[in-house]
């Protein structure tokens, strides 16, 4: 962890609002639930930077009529206490449920370098899902090192960013806002 004297000061400017977020994962959710109409569908949330936005989605998709839904979380990290990504991620909590012959949704924050989503998305197709879509709210497509399917994006983006779920050095995750982060 970071020490206090050793904390980097940031300048924190509006790049989403959460009007614009909040619009955006209506849009999606009636994506989806015209997709999976009918059909129980498992979603999962990578923590800690996709909580926010996998129970708004949650709760968009019930509102759209998608109701047999279930969730559940897993933890990965490729950052630590760092703002670059390690290309080297470390799960450390996988999800409860069991994901053998089910329909799953991915529900990440940010896709960047790919490596993360590459190995969460070989993991469920590794155990026998019936079907795998991913959903992200961020990408950045010019940090992108390996290509992996990316079935809804919310928005694109070339900024370091916090708010909605996604942290600086483990902060700034209430901001209902997307806000660019700038070290000073």
């Known amino acids: 962890m970071i020490s206090s ?3 980097p000061e940031f300048i924190r400017e509006i790049l989403l609002t959460a009007e614009q977020i909040q619009l955006r994962v209506k849009e999606l959710s009636s994506e989806i639930a ?3 109409r009918g059909q129980h569908l498992l979603l999962v949330g990578v923590l800690k930077g996709a909580f926010i936005l996998t129970a708004d989605l949650c709760r968009e998709l019930h509102q759209v009529g998608l ?3 279930e969730i559940d979380f897993m933890t990965i990290s ?3 206490d760092k703002i670059e990504s390690s290309r080297n991620p470390r799960f450390t909590k996988d999800v409860d449920a069991i994901v053998s012959g089910r329909r799953v949704l991915l529900i990440e924050d940010i896709i ?3 490596h993360s989503l590459a190995a969460l998305q070989a993991i469920f197709l590794a155990r026998g899902v019936a079907s795998l ?3 992200v709210l961020l990408s950045k497509p010019h940090k992108r090192e390996i290509e992996v399917p990316v079935e ?3 928005f694109e983006v070339r900024e ?3 708010g909605y779920g996604l942290d600086t050095l483990q902060h700034g995750r209430a901001n209902p806002d997307i806000v660019k982060v700038t070290k000073i």
């Open 5 to 7: 004297e050793a904390k």
């Open 34 to 36: 015209e997709k999976y």
């Open 67 to 69: 109701t047999d839904l």
């Open 78 to 80: 490729s950052y630590d």
């Open 112 to 114: 960047e370098t790919g």
């Open 133 to 135: 879509e991913t959903l």
């Open 152 to 154: 809804y994006i919310g």
């Open 160 to 162: 370091w960013v916090e």
